[in-house]
């Protein structure tokens, strides 16, 4: 596993292969096949691995008494995990793929949001939305909902990033990411003055963290 994830973040998916894993890791490419099956199913064991790492990195975002705050230090951790390996964060999403790779016949083996790792992971969202709207700062709705829809909104925004879309902004989180979570904040009946406090406090408690880790 950890040889999988270093070629991903050294060269990409292309470098998977049974025999590369295998060489890298001082094993036999008969452990590969006879551990995982295949090169799908040790892909599907790497992503759940990037899920269960993303998972890790939410828990360590301290629950306080603004789930606002809380909720953009998720979505700053998110960013960074993705930038520490972009390879891997493309993987999880599907967005990095082999045309070699043999399709997996069970839908909750294929790189989606089925497997037990990636609930776990959107799980702290979840209940962050669900404090969010208990706190009355957003209109009476499901927290999955609002779980789903930030989801997209910072996926969206790191898989742009990542892309280099925003090379005209100087700092894009302040520029781009911090006001489109305030947006959000507001559509969902918060303040706004109430959402940019909380955005930038969300930022600080982000940035403890990492002077922590």
């Known amino acids: 596993m950890r040889a999988a994830v270093g070629l991903l973040a050294e060269q990409g998916p292309s470098a998977i292969k049974a025999r590369t894993v295998a060489s890298a890791s001082g094993l036999s490419t008969m452990v590969v096949y006879g551990h995982f099956g295949g090169i799908p199913e040790l892909m599907r064991a ?4 990037g899920f269960r790492e993303l998972g890790a990195a939410f828990a360590q975002v301290p629950v306080t008494d603004d789930p606002i705050a809380d909720l953009f230090a998720m979505a700053l ?3 960074r995990v993705a930038h520490e390996n ?5 993987l999880m999403f599907g967005l990095s793929t082999r045309a070699t790779y043999r399709p997996l016949s069970d839908a909750d083996l294929r790189f989606s949001g089925h497997s037990p790792a990636f609930r776990d992971a959107h ?3 979840t209940a962050a939305c669900q404090r969010l709207v ?6 009476r709705q499901e927290p999955e909902v609002i779980a789903a829809q930030l989801w997209s909104l910072v996926h969206g ?3 742009l990033e990542l892309a280099e879309h925003f090379g005209e902004f100087e700092d894009p989180v302040v520029q781009v990411m911090l006001p489109m979570g305030v947006n959000f904040a507001v559509g969902l009946g918060d303040e706004r003055e109430r959402a940019e406090a909380s955005h930038e406090a ?3 408690l982000y940035d403890s963290i ?3 880790r």
């Open 123 to 125: 799980a702290h969202i």
């Open 46 to 49: 790497v992503a759940d691995h």
């Open 210 to 212: 990492v002077q922590g």
């Open 134 to 139: 208990d706190s009355g700062r957003a209109e």
């Open 77 to 79: 951790t998110c960013r």
């Open 157 to 159: 925004y790191v898989t």
């Open 86 to 90: 972009p390879h891997l964060y493309d």
């Open 202 to 204: 969300g930022a600080r």
